[in-house]
């Protein structure tokens, strides 16, 4: 039968601050990587300080050519 295509899906938390934990942050990175049917779960804590912020970060919000 026909090839299953994985759609890519972007969860992202923003990590904590004032030295508190963030669960959104905690949850966007334990679930990076995660398979779910035919979804990837690409998952990203983002710095609170942009400046911070990694290419690795920042590849998931650039335009794909495909």
Known sequence: ????????????????????????????????????NDLEVVGREIPEDFTKTTQRDKAPYRRSSA
Do not use: C, Q, R
Not at 1 to 9: D, P, S
Not at 15 to 33: Q, R
């Open 1 to 36: 039968m026909g090839e299953t295509k994985l759609v890519k899906a972007l969860v992202t938390g923003f990590e904590g601050w004032l030295g508190k934990t963030n669960p959104a942050g905690v949850i966007a990175k334990s679930l990076d990587g995660a398979k779910i």
